[in-house]
């Protein structure tokens, strides 16, 4: 676990702050962003994309191993098609804007959930972040596209039967470690549980957000909408977490 003097930081306080190592982040309200704002809801994505490079810095800057990003859900293919195609452009617009930046930051793009169903110039841009950032040894920028963990579950589930289907597996040695290899977050390896989870907008819900993942994961709800949530929403959210106590059922 690390931990970050603000202090040294921001000399302001003094408040020893517990960083999560694994942040993941329900990045929802852009539409709402945008509706008070008299703007369309694809204003309120931009918003939202911009706000990803900020809190990406802040993240970084303050420690965190990996920030993991809800961008695009399963679900979300239910909504109007223009919506739909403007959400499949961001990740082309971020990236060609961003990647230097974090090439710079020394931030590792990955992706987790179905890649190979986005448009073919999103699919290119996301391969080109994760190549141009593979050799990073900083941060984590993890990016759920296109992601649900429902599917995540099911699919582990279809690949380990099939092991045991040819031979190579014993289903009596099937445990968490083997499921565990088998999701999204198998690569980030010792971070793959998010520590703390937040999500903006008031919402309630985890949306089908890492399931299994989240298990013993900390959550923090705020109503402060995502292009709005900046670098002291995230420092409240983290002094929030500081003051949990974790005991994964113990004393
Ligand atoms: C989150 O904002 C972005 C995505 C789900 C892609 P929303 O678009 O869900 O914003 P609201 O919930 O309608 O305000
Ligand atoms: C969750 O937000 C998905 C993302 C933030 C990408 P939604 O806005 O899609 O969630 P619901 O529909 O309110 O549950
Ligand atoms: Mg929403």
Known sequence: MAFFNKRENSGKDSATLKIPDHLAIIMDGNGRWAKKRLLPRSAGHKAGMDNVKAITQAASDLGVKVLTLYAFSTENWRRPDNEVSFLMKLPVIFFNDFVPDLVAQ??????????????????????????????????????AINYGGQAEIVQAAKQIAAAVAKGELNPADVDQGTFEAHLDTAPLGQWASP?????????????????????????????????????????????????RDRRYGGL
Do not use: H
Request: hydrophobic share 45%.
């Open 106 to 143: 020394n931030v590792r793009v990955t992706t987790m959930g179905d890649i190979s169903q986005l448009p073919d110039a999103t699919q290119a841009a996301i391969a080109d972040a994760v190549e141009k950032t593979a050799d990073n040894t900083g941060m984590f920028l993890n990016f």
């Open 195 to 243: 520590d703390l989870m937040i999500r903006t907008s008031g919402e309630l819900r985890l949306s089908n957000f890492l399931p299994y993942q989240a298990a013993y994961c900390e959550l923090y709800f705020t109503d402060t909408l995502w292009p709005d949530f900046d670098q002291a929403a995230l420092l409240a959210a983290i002094k929030d977490y500081t003051s």
